[in-house]
């Protein structure tokens, strides 16, 4: 499975859930076996372009809005995405994202 994969599956199933639908409303609503469907929220199973159209379509989303819900992803995700931007970061933006988060730590910490 890849990292690709799996984090569209997680974000059906985000979105899914999010709509309180179970996997057999939405592959009803979308034309696709519940088997299928939980194969793809898994990472399992490769969605094509046409079908995950149609899925953003039954849970009321365009492509876009789905694939911007990132901040509601897993801690997990989350952690390794923003590894990811600081790994790429220059040194100056890198000592700015520092200095951000330990200000938003420091202010937590202090409520």
């Known amino acids: 499975m890849s990292d690709l994969t799996k984090r569209v599956g997680d974000m059906i199933k985000?979105?899914?859930k999010g709509k309180n639908m179970s996997q057999a409303q939405l592959a009803?609503?979308?034309g696709m076996s519940t088997k299928y469907l939980g194969e793809v929220e898994r990472g399992e199973g490769n969605i094509s372009?046409?079908?995950?159209?149609?899925?953003s379509i039954a849970l009321d989303s365009s492509l876009g809005e789905m694939f911007d819900n990132s901040h509601k992803a897993g801690r997990e995700l989350l952690t390794a995405e923003i590894r990811d931007m600081v790994y790429k970061a220059n040194k100056k933006d890198v000592e700015l994202i520092y200095k951000i988060v330990k200000s938003v730590i420091e202010r937590k910490f202090k409520q």
Not at 49 to 55: G, S
């Open 14 to 16: 985000s979105r899914r």
């Open 28 to 30: 009803e609503k979308v």
């Open 49 to 55: 372009i046409e079908k995950l159209e149609r899925v």
